[in-house]
């Protein structure tokens, strides 16, 4: 019997520390797929590392052994840490519900941003750096193809993507119903934490070339903007920055307001009125609320971004169960594709079987009968592949058939003795 | 047969404004191509109905009140047309063909007043003046819808309340931008309406102005458009208060050119004496 096993860790389940210290040193040293030889119970494995998620999908025949070798495995690329500790941050799925999982990862319905599209072309490259590694065969070749459509259909089927989901993302959204196209617009982070980190991705995604960082320590600063390609300003001149930025997101822990009224009123002038939108997600705010009312400039904060998740859950509820349902659908065509997989080394032996008789038979005839013309030979050698064909045709249409069924064991067992076969489990392609 | 072809563009547009209404509520392309493409076959009968009126009378067929504002609503709707093509800002029809209706409707509703043939309309001058002039009412039309869909969606945006049009409605610089370039399109044109107006008023009459209260209010119009143009450029203008000037800009030309024709008597009317 053949199980399919994810183990895992994401956003929910992890703190950052954990998944980046095991994404880093998974790219840092050797990606796991090469060390699949060192795994000699697992037959097939997936690996897939992105900054907010960790998961092995591995095959095998002996679960038990295969999850501990594979966690054996996690343990010395993390390092110090104790096997506690990564039992507490790992889930751990089985068969059809790592196939579900992997559906829903895919679908971006497990996404810390459910919807969000990036995640899709992060599990084709993981998929096309374990064909180039031959770590994936028939099951999971078979998979993760279905992985893929099923990530198309739930996209083409539901409105998940468009349905904004994080504050973030709400954030971006009400940028691009300001400006249009963000391209050529100037964002400045004022704070650089994980939230603003978050935001950035957001920009970039939209296509933001100009983005600023400032942050009262500038060492962060550097950080953050070494990492979006983003230039850096001194905190003190921030208030100037009024004039050139578009897009001002606030993050910083200051208990006063670091933006007034009058910084932002008697600069609107020099920025020729060109609209203005601060995103303050830090708590205290971080802009005065009053600027609000001035012409052209809008200022949001997180309650006022919060506001409108709220508004779309409804929306996005019905449509994360619309996802649920054609995963499910999806889970149940993948299921009868394995389930007839178990019936597949008998059907194999049996043709080998009726081959090898063909084949021996075919050799005592032609030795007897040496005046036959190649023509002739010819003749009876698709004579008798036809009638092997047929006469094994039905019983594999009801194999196949009966393969869907809970008591295919017996089936099996059945036709394994009718056929004589020695061991219809030596599957191996 | 002129008759007709007013009856078939009329009913092309009432229908075209009202699939653009029902565009406004789902969010199908196919109904703003068929609204598009019947309101562009309402646009070529009406053509047609003052192609066949100009020649009958022997000059544009703008010399009436009825015949004025028919004239205006078929530039109207080519003009969105066109823009339309150029824009693809498909939500712009359902904030303009009502306007369309509501001029053709006058139009049809209006008195048909009997002006006896005469030589004064028989110049070019008057073509050019009725036409540029005409083109840039049509142009300062559409600012007059982006406005409304400026103030709409600005008001959402400011207000943190997200209705429906919020999500239907483009963002706001686009909006703010159609707005310029229908200003920028407009002033010249209306400019040279005035010049060509006064021009040829200069020939037939003794002297290009006359304390005439349509010279007057379109002066006053042309004022406004040159504030908000002037402002526009010269201290960046732009937003909130640029589109309620769009909006009042055109109500400026709607007071001009159906107020004064309709209301108060001058020499537009006094032409036929």
Redesign the interface.
Known sequence: MCHIVLLGMNHKTAPVEIREQLALSCQQHVSPLHLLPHLPHVDEVFFLSTCNRVEFLFTCQDRRIAIQEVKALLQTHLGNLSGNLLDLHLYHYENLDAVRHLFRVSSSLDSMVVGEPQILGQIKAAYREATECHTVRVILNRLLHKTFSVAKRVRSETMIGSHAVSISYAAVE?A?????ELRDKRVLLVGAGEMAELAAEHFLAQGVRHMTVTNRTPERAFELARRFRADTMPFEHLVDGIRTMDIILTSTGSLEPILRYHDVKSRM?E?????LFFIDIAVPRDVEAKI?DI??V?V?DID?LQ??IE?NREDRKREAEKAEYIISEEIMKFQNWLTTLDVVPTIIAMREKAENIRLNELQRTFSQLPELSDKERQAIEVLTGAIVKKLLHDPIVFLKKKAKRESKQSFVDYTQQLFNLSDGNGMDS | MEAVFLVIATFCYCAGSVGYCIYLLRDREVIHRVSWAILFVGALFHGGAILLRSLSVGYLAVTSNQEALSFFAWVFVVTYLLIQLRLQLRILGSFVSPLAVVFMLLSRLLPTDIIPKSGVFQSGWVVLHVTTLFLANAVFALAFGVGIMYLL?ERQ??H?N?GYF?SRL?????LDHINYICLIIGFPLMTAGLVTGFAYASFIWPSPWNWDPKEIFALVTWFIYAILLHERLA???????AAWLAIFGFSAVLTTFLGVNLILKGHHTVFVR
């Open positions: 009400l691009r119903k300001i400006f249009g002038r920025r020729r009125n060109r609209p609000n012409d052209n809008y949001y006022d506001g409108i508004l | 969606q945006i400011k943190k997200f919020y483009p963002s706001l610089e686009r201290v960046g203008w732009r937003g909130r208060r």
